[in-house]
């Protein structure tokens, strides 16, 4: 009977078990510090270049850089605890991670790295087009050098006094609200990911079991 349960948990357990298992460490930390990289690369480099004109949206514009490295740090957590869950094989070279807990792993290191990939993605993009345009609303410049050239085009009214439209300064708040919110929506993707990888990493097969 002990020898049956010896080749179940053989079987249950193969030595490249631990492989899969690190591999969900792996993914979690680089796609979600991928995510986050690629999220501070577009958002960072709008936010140099709007600051040139209008230096003053700076430090206001640079919510969506924070909100691209928070993604790191669910990589981060998610990889701290896939590590601290692999044991080490026993002093008799015997395996006891199981090829159940390694799939978890893996797919608890998907689900957060591809989720903060993707998240970030989202932001940088939104990120990118967002503090560019509050800057140009802010800086009261038009995309189109030659406006005055062009019919069709008309130029950024500086302040409407008594007309009833709308002030520059409101125009600014209302684009930076509208890129905010979108900015959160796009860090819920990769919060999503992280929660179903807490769920799943829990699941877990100790060959010691059997």
Sequence with gaps: MAEDNMDSSYGLCPSWALSVGYLGVASAAVLSNWGSAWGTWKAGVSLVNTGIRHPGSVM????????????????????????????????????VYSIYTGMAHLCAGLCCGLSGLAAGGCIGIVGDFGV?????????????????????????????????????????????????IMLIFSEALALYGLIVALIVSQHSFSCGEV
């Design 132 to 180: 560019r345009s509050v800057g140009y609303r802010a800086s009261n410049i038009s995309l189109f050098p030659s406006t005055s050239e062009k019919s069709g085009y008309a130029t950024i009214p500086d302040d409407s006094g008594d007309s009833g439209d709308v002030s520059g300064s409101d125009d600014q708040n209302k684009l930076f609200v509208g890129m905010l």
């Design 60 to 95: 206001k514009n640079v919510i969506p850089i924070v909100m691209a490295g928070v993604i790191g740090i669910y990589g981060l957590i998610i990889a701290v605890i896939l590590a601290e869950s692999i044991p080490k094989p026993m002093d008799t070279r015997e395996n």
